[in-house]
């Protein structure tokens, strides 16, 4: 497939949703895990906060820069909950990470440079570096060793010519937790070669076992070499509002400021200040999504280990990643469409997720724990 064809292809949840639909209107019943579109709602206050916002008229106006409040929200956010001291200068509100992050290779990277990037991924991260003309070279990330990049698999000589290398921990699909150490090596390993760092850091609060996600950026040295994307979807219910940051180095982000002044106006009022509410209110929603997720995977996992497939307990994000049925062999694609024509139970093929997802699956845990058992039994049917 040429890089042409791959750009025009559709994303697979939208493959999904024509399916969903399709199921409904023929009068099947639909359990969609599929899209990691958090099912739980705001915080009350943060909801407050964009209706008052809503009735004002001066909020439907341009913005052309990220208020103050935000900016200062973001930096009191990363010292308090990740011990990371930024200024306003290492701080860029985005339309969501889904937006901010290919529009940064166009600032990183020139037509045939080069982006070192793991796979399986989130589709994104091998698609982004095609928009700007680069290409992804695909590092395998084994079960082996955690889903971890292994930078002595990395050719030395790949590596010389490469301009960025990507990563994202805890990861989606394989929801893998990244040490302190591992972050340490992609320091170095950035500093030898001269690469830019660009880490995704969308699940940091949805840690199930073990300590608390930590940041990319807390790594010494790691302002030296790259930034990272946090967003609000997932640790504040927020998805459907678009909010993310890009933070870290200087250089890249005064470049990525100034790119984006030519292709944007700035985030909606109405969505900073409801960023600002999410970011200084009370957090206790934060733990509550924790626990809710943590109990839905420890509830669906056990459920289906009781009705014979022997899955593991991924130990963070919102999704589950598991080796499908052994009678499927590695054809993911047959097992899930199998499952949603006969169940309705959807979920996302592990193959969509790049080279080494073939034989994976991936389910997100955005239904109730009872529908979730429902769906347990459902899926037990293909067993």
Same mark, same amino acid.
């Given at each position: 497939?040429?890089?042409?064809?791959?750009?025009?292809?559709?994303?697979?949840?939208?493959?999904?949703?024509?399916?969903?639909?399709?199921?409904?209107?023929?009068?099947?019943?639909?359990?969609? $895990?599929?899209?990691?579109?958090?099912?739980?709602?705001?915080?009350?206050? *943060?909801? #407050?906060?964009?209706?008052?916002?809503?009735?004002?008229?001066?909020?439907?106006?341009?913005?052309?820069?990220? +208020?103050?409040?935000?900016?200062?929200?973001?930096?009191? /956010?990363?010292?308090?909950?990740?011990?990371?001291?930024?200024?306003?200068?290492?701080?860029?509100?985005?339309?969501?990470?889904?937006?901010?992050?290919?529009?940064?290779?166009?600032?990183?990277?020139?037509?045939?440079?080069?982006? $070192?990037?793991?796979?399986?991924?989130?589709?994104?991260?091998?698609?982004?570096?095609?928009?700007?003309?680069?290409?992804?070279?695909?590092?395998?990330? #084994?079960?082996?060793?955690?889903?971890?990049?292994?930078?002595?698999?990395?050719?030395?000589?790949?590596?010389?010519?490469?301009?960025?290398? $990507?990563?994202?921990?805890?990861?989606?699909?394989?929801?893998?937790?990244?040490?302190?150490?591992?972050?340490?090596?992609?320091?170095?390993?950035?500093?030898?070669? !001269?690469?830019?760092?660009?880490?995704?850091?969308?699940?940091?609060? $949805?840690?199930?076992?073990?300590?608390?996600?930590?940041?990319?950026?807390?790594?010494?040295?790691?302002?030296?070499?790259?930034?990272?994307?946090?967003?609000?979807?997932?640790?504040?219910?927020?998805?459907?509002?678009?909010?993310?940051?890009?933070?870290?180095?200087?250089? *890249?982000?005064?470049?990525?400021? #100034?790119?984006?002044?030519?292709?944007?106006?700035?985030?909606?009022?109405? &969505?900073?200040?409801?960023?600002?509410?999410?970011?200084?209110?009370?957090? !206790?929603?934060?733990?509550?999504?924790?626990?809710?997720?943590?109990?839905?995977?420890?509830?669906?996992?056990?459920? +289906?280990?009781?009705?014979? /497939?022997?899955?593991?307990?991924?130990?963070?994000?919102?999704?589950? /990643?598991?080796?499908?049925?052994?009678?499927?062999?590695?054809? &993911?694609?047959?097992?899930?469409?199998?499952?949603?024509?006969?169940?309705?139970?959807?979920?996302?093929?592990?193959?969509?997720?790049?080279?080494?997802?073939?034989? /994976?699956?991936?389910?997100?845990?955005?239904?109730?724990? !009872?529908?979730?058992?429902?769906?347990?039994?459902?899926?037990?049917?293909?067993?």
């Amino acid at each position: 497939m040429t890089q042409k064809e791959e750009i025009s292809q559709p994303n697979i949840l939208q493959v999904l949703n024509a399916l969903r639909v399709r199921i409904l209107a023929g009068g099947g019943e639909v359990i969609d $895990l599929s899209a990691g579109t958090p099912d739980l709602p705001p915080a009350p206050h *943060v909801m #407050r906060a964009v209706s008052e916002a809503a009735a004002d008229p001066e909020n439907y106006k341009y913005v052309l820069r990220d +208020l103050p409040d935000l900016t200062d929200a973001a930096v009191s /956010w990363y010292a308090r909950r990740y011990g990371v001291r930024l200024d306003a200068e290492q701080v860029i509100a985005v339309y969501g990470t889904q937006e901010g992050l290919p529009h940064l290779f166009h600032v990183l990277c020139k037509p045939g440079d080069l982006v $070192l990037v793991g796979t399986p991924n989130y589709p994104l991260f091998s698609f982004a570096p095609t928009l700007a003309g680069a290409e992804a070279v695909l590092v395998p990330l #084994r079960p082996e060793n955690g889903f971890l990049i292994d930078f002595s698999e990395i050719d030395p000589a790949v590596a010389r010519k490469a301009r960025v290398i $990507l990563a994202s921990y805890p990861s989606n699909p394989l929801g893998a937790v990244a040490p302190p150490s591992f972050y340490e090596d992609l320091v170095r390993f950035a500093k030898e070669y !001269d690469l830019v760092v660009v880490h995704d850091n969308a699940y940091s609060e $949805l840690v199930h076992d073990g300590p608390p996600g930590g940041s990319f950026l807390a790594t010494p040295g790691a302002m030296d070499v790259g930034v990272e994307f946090n967003s609000l979807s997932k640790t504040y219910n927020l998805s459907g509002l678009r909010i993310s940051f890009a933070l870290g180095n200087r250089e *890249v982000l005064a470049a990525y400021r #100034r790119f984006r002044t030519q292709i944007d106006y700035g985030l909606s009022a109405i &969505d900073q200040i409801a960023a600002v509410a999410a970011l200084t209110g009370p957090q !206790d929603i934060v733990e509550s999504n924790r626990a809710a997720y943590r109990s839905r995977r420890d509830a669906f996992v056990d459920a +289906l280990r009781g009705l014979g /497939w022997d899955v593991p307990k991924t130990p963070a994000t919102m999704f589950t /990643w598991f080796p499908i049925p052994a009678r499927y062999g590695k054809d &993911d694609k047959r097992f899930c469409m199998e499952l949603a024509e006969k169940t309705g139970v959807l979920s996302v093929p592990g193959s969509s997720a790049g080279p080494g997802g073939e034989g /994976w699956v991936r389910f997100a845990l955005v239904q109730p724990g !009872d529908v979730l058992l429902r769906a347990a039994e459902k899926i037990a049917t293909l067993l």
